[in-house]
Each structure stands twice: as C-alpha cells, then as structure tokens.
Nanobody, 125 residues
C-alpha cells in the first residue's frame, strides 16, 4: 500500500517562497509519475507540476516560479515555490500515478492513483 505525506505548507507574504515535500512509503517505481496538485476553496482540483522518467510538466500559471524535484532513491518529491502570489493559496496535494513506463505524463488529477492528505499554503497580499 502506497502512502504519501506532505509537509512544508504555511503562511507566507506575496513574493515569498515555500518548499513542499512529499514523503512516501510502499512500493514506488522510478517510472511512476509523481506530481503536485492544488485546490482552492470553491474551485476544482488543478494540476501544478509533475515528473516521471520521460520528463517534467508545469501548469502555465506556475512556470518560471515553481520547480519540481524528485529523489528516486528516497522516493520523495519536492515543490520549490518562489515568487508566490495570493492566487497560489490552496491546499496542495502530492500524488502518484502508477501507469506503465510508456504512458505519457498526465496532468489530469483523476488519473493519479494515490494521494496525500494535503498541506495548506496561504499567501497574503
């Protein structure tokens, strides 16, 4: 059974930075996709960033500001968030997609198989 635990959320002023971390337990292959999604109150869950052995993908809204990184030896994935904006305020979730290696990296939340409990990020103006 795969379990994910996020950490690193908090309150930060606009323009500031936060680093989210996702620790995992269970069997996760390096070919699995690992990603970050977020959900603001009253809004749908949206893609932020994801990575697997074929590459990396970012939502347009975070390109140039967020960086996803993965440590396959530790089965962890981090999200470095810089130049934060109030519209980045949301609960951030870590997720794993266990599709076979040749499947393209997906940005659709419903295609991910395992989820963490989420961590709150609040950016004040």
């Amino acid at each position: 059974q795969v379990q994910l635990v996020e950490s690193g959320g908090g309150l930060v002023q606009a323009g500031g930075s936060l680093r989210l971390s996702c620790a995992t337990s269970g069997r996760i292959f390096s070919t699995y996709a690992m990603g970050w999604f977020r959900q603001a109150p009253g809004k749908e869950r949206e893609f932020v960033a994801a990575t697997r052995w074929t590459g990396v993908s970012y939502a347009d809204s975070v390109k140039g500001r967020f960086t996803i990184s993965r440590d396959n030896a530790k089965n962890t994935v981090d999200l470095q968030m810089n130049s934060l904006k109030p519209e980045d305020t949301a609960v951030y979730y870590c997720a794993v997609d266990q599709d076979p290696p040749l499947v393209a990296l997906t940005t659709k939340w419903y295609e991910y198989d395992y989820w963490g409990q989420g961590t709150q990020v609040t950016v004040s103006s």
